[in-house]
């Protein structure tokens, strides 16, 4: 409600619309808000040996989840 202004029947529809004001926010910033539109010309094959490097990341070790390999690479796939 504080970012969006007013309430939604439901979490999903309040979820979405939070999504499409922040994608919104970053635009107008001229913030990316895809990793296809960091990474340039670079593919999605990418993105496993980047996760398993990233399982060797100390960051990970605050993560309140462990995570795969593949689990990540899920997560950078709805992200790109």
Do not use: Q
């Not at 979405?16 to 913030?31: K, M, P, S, V």
């Not at 996760?51 to 390999?69: E, F, G, I, S």
Request: aromatic share 4%; glycine share 6%; hydrophobic share 45%.
């Amino acid at each position: 409600e504080i970012i969006l202004g007013k309430r939604y029947r439901d979490d999903e529809k309040t979820a979405l619309a939070g999504i499409e004001r922040l994608e919104a926010f970053f635009d107008n910033l001229g913030i990316a808000t895809h990793l296809k539109d960091i990474v340039g010309d670079a593919d999605k094959s990418i993105l496993p040996p980047i996760c398993a490097m990233a399982l060797k990341d100390a960051c990970l070790v605050t993560n309140p989840r462990t995570a795969t390999v593949e689990e990540m690479v899920g997560v950078c796939e709805a992200a790109w």
